[in-house]
């Protein structure tokens, strides 16, 4: 049945978190209809019930993406754990039978979904305020440009920002761009503290060629830096030398997430979360920081937001997540910050099904021994779990 004589799938099914998925995997018009619909169901969901589709429509998009063999007959897709034997087995045996689905291209040419799609591209954007702005008649990001006044988002700063650099940040940061600024970033926090441990994480990491935006996990000895210390003194780097357009603190993954917008920031613990920095930073189009950095931006400021995002400039806007940990957080926080999210959900279950540990990018407890499990290294976390470890590249669930 299989091409590929070593697949079993009872091993395939026995564990999720054991498999793996490449970016360059076999089965590219199976994942990419499922994922749309995950997407159309996590944009467009009304219920609880929609939700969990999204969610079934994920697990399923990565049981394919894993799949070592390239599906030529529907009878390969029957019996995979998180393809089911529903929604989504139907669609996939759609795709392999004909190579199209009724349900996928309308629910992808979907008026609601384009505009749910144009909306949440705004930095700073989801569903629910996307359902608001269509409930109002909105469709297009024009339209809401230029209603942008009378909406009640136009106080938040981040939506704004989001909006004056709509195509700016939609831009496909490319490899080399990200690259480049990890380079310049990098370089600021050593002359701050040299002993700083920092890594390009996200989908850069797992070998994807251009993204979103740049993310970036710095890890330093807690007794030397506290929570905030580093990552702070960096963005009040590049903002001297006037690279910041727009910047937010934020905290990851503690009790809840919160967000910091004022400071100073709160005093605490950096056990149970981490600290992130969301920037819009200046990308110059020339690739040089340097001759960036010895210009004069005095006349900016005295443009409007929307002014400068219209003007002719010798940058363009790019997002950039400096993620701040301590040496003990470093590999968990490297785990959850390279992703990809749904490789996370699936760790995070696994740990907990299997284990009763709770698994984060602060750490791993163990709610029955009530006790954090220290790691020095990623390949410790796997361990713990009990899992092969996989590389970056093979979590592009
Ligand atoms: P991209 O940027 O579109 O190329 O794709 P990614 O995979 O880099 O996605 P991104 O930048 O949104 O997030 C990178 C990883 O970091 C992702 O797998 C999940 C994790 N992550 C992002 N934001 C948060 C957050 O607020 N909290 C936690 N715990 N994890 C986050
Ligand atoms: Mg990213």
């Known amino acids: ?102 349900e996928v291209e309308e629910k992808r040419n979907d008026k609601k979904f384009l505009s749910f799609q144009i909306f949440c591209k705004v930095f700073g954007v989801g569903p629910s305020i996307a359902k608001k702005w269509y ?81 970036v996990l710095f890890s330093y000895p807690e007794r030397e830096h506290n929570e905030h210390g580093l990552i702070a003194a960096v963005r009040e780097e590049l903002d001297k030398k006037g690279l910041v357009v727009w910047s937010r603190y934020s905290r990851a993954d503690g009790p809840r997430g919160v967000e910091i917008d004022s400071s100073p920031l709160p005093a605490g613990s950096a056990k149970d979360h981490l600290l992130v920095i969301m920037i819009i930073l200046k990308y110059p189009l020339d690739g040089h920081f340097d001759q960036l950095e010895r210009r004069d931006f005095s006349t900016e400021k005295n443009l409007g937001l929307f ?12 997002r950039v997540d400096l993620v701040g940990s301590t040496t003990a957080q470093y590999p968990y926080a490297q785990i959850g910050w390279t992703g990809n999210k749904q490789y996370n959900r699936c760790l995070r279950q696994y740990a907990k099904d299997a284990f009763n540990y709770s698994l984060s990018s602060t750490g791993l407890y163990d709610k029955r021994q009530h006790r954090w499990l220290p790691a020095q290294t990623e390949r410790d976390v796997f361990d713990h779990l009990k899992l092969s470890y996989r590389e970056p590249w093979e979590r592009n669930f």
């Not at 394919?64 to 998180?82: S, W």
């Not at 490899?175 to 701050?192: D, F, G, S």
């Not at 002014?307 to 790019?318: C, F, G, T, V």
């Open 1 to 102: 049945l299989y091409p590929d004589p070593d697949f079993d799938l009872n091993k395939f099914n026995e564990c999720v978190a054991e498999r793996r998925a490449v970016l360059d995997h076999q089965n590219k018009d199976i994942a990419e209809a499922l994922d749309l619909l995950r997407e159309y169901w996590s944009l467009c969901h009304q219920t609880v019930t929609d939700e969990r589709r999204a969610l079934a429509f994920a697990r399923a998009a990565a049981a394919v993406k894993c799949l070592p063999f390239k599906v030529t007959n529907p009878r390969q897709l029957k019996g995979i754990k998180d393809l089911g034997d529903g929604h989504a087995l139907r669609v996939a045996t759609q795709i392999v039978e004909s190579g199209h689905s009724q």
């Open 135 to 215: 409930a109002m008649g909105l469709r297009t990001a024009e339209d809401v440009k230029k209603r942008f006044d009378q909406l009640d988002v136009s106080k938040d700063n981040m939506i704004s920002y989001g909006m004056a650099f709509y195509d700016d940040l939609n831009r496909p940061l490319q490899l080399v761009e990200a690259e480049n600024t990890y380079k310049h970033i990098t370089a600021l926090a050593q002359r701050i503290l040299p002993s700083v441990v920092t890594s390009m994480i996200g989908g850069f990491r797992r070998g994807k060629s251009s993204g979103h935006d740049l993310d």
């Open 307 to 318: 002014q400068l995002a219209d003007s002719a400039r010798p940058w363009r806007a790019i």
